[in-house]
């Protein structure tokens, strides 16, 4: 092995240690695609999750100048195919092989580049929001299990997007208290969390039940080596949502709703047999 091989294997370990540690539930679905879909879905999620980390953790240092640097750092590495950073190595292996769409990432970056200052939104400033921080990565994940088939790629992607948003909707919902009472954010347009009340959730629900229905027809559409472990995450997220869904208002702001795990054993066996019977 020589030391570049070196290198590049350490820089996949920590894009995939980078997932494992930060989201079981993501990891473990990842686990579920076939092998070679794996390792590219890793390196896009380790660069997600160290752009969020800037914006949300690292309050005693310079945020923007962190973001900037780690901006200009991530396009240096899609150019010039290295990066002593390797998440961003790893990252720019996926993006060059794939030919990801560089305004994909330009919009994510966007969105996280808000965190830093904004704190609430309109309807269109979501909307603006969502594309970037959620639908665009569930694009640039589609150009991986699509790899290099432009038609199917464009005709999944109106439901990629769908399921990222309703992924991304499903978080602000759980994080409510993190994010009203740590971070002082509201994602949701028009709501007043010192009087949510069921009207107010009820609304938001109905928009993610919406992104959930469109999503459902595009992953049954998925080449069969991601169709399985998209699936078992929609079905993790599905069955979040319903658990927020069944709460009262009032709760949703003062716990994080999480999956037991012996309901995503139990949702991973159900879609096993799915799978079996070829009903996926």
């Known amino acids: 092995m020589t030391n570049m091989q070196l290198f590049e294997d350490v820089s996949l370990d920590c894009s995939r240690n980078t997932t494992e540690k930060y989201s079981t539930s993501f990891s473990s679905s990842i686990k579920l695609l076939g092998a070679s879909l794996q390792q590219p879905i890793y390196n896009i999620y380790g660069f997600v999750r160290f752009a969020d980390e800037i914006v949300d953790t690292f309050h005693d240092y310079d945020k923007q100048k962190l973001f ?43 969105s996280m580049q808000l965190d830093l200052g904004k704190k609430q939104y309109d309807k269109s400033g979501y909307e603006e929001y969502i594309y970037g921080s959620a639908e665009v ?37 759980r994080d409510l208290k993190a994010d009203y009472n740590g971070l002082d954010r509201i994602y949701f347009p028009g709501c007043d969390f010192k009087n949510f009340t069921h009207s107010d959730k009820q609304a938001i629900e109905a928009d993610i039940q919406k992104d959930f229905d469109a999503s459902y ?32 208002p009032q709760r949703i702001l003062h716990e994080r709703v999480r999956i037991p795990d012996y309901t995503k054993l139990f949702i991973l066996a159900k879609a096993g047999i799915r799978q079996q019977f070829n009903l996926l």
């Open 68 to 110: 900037d640097e780690f901006k200009e750092a991530t396009y240096h590495a899609i150019d010039r195919k290295i990066s002593l950073n390797p998440i961003l190595y790893s990252f720019q292996l996926t993006v060059n092989k794939y030919n990801i769409d560089k305004e994909l990432i330009e919009a994510f970056l966007h």
């Open 137 to 173: 990565v569930g694009l640039m994940c589609l150009y991986v299990f699509c790899n290099g088939n432009k038609d199917l790629y464009e005709e999944l992607k109106p439901g990629a997007r769908s399921l990222g948003a309703a992924f991304q909707k499903v978080n602000f919902l």
């Open 217 to 248: 027809e595009a992953i049954l559409k998925l080449p069969l080596h991601a169709r399985f472990g998209v699936y078992v995450a929609y079905k993790y997220y599905l069955s979040l949502f319903n658990k927020i869904k069944k709460l009262q």
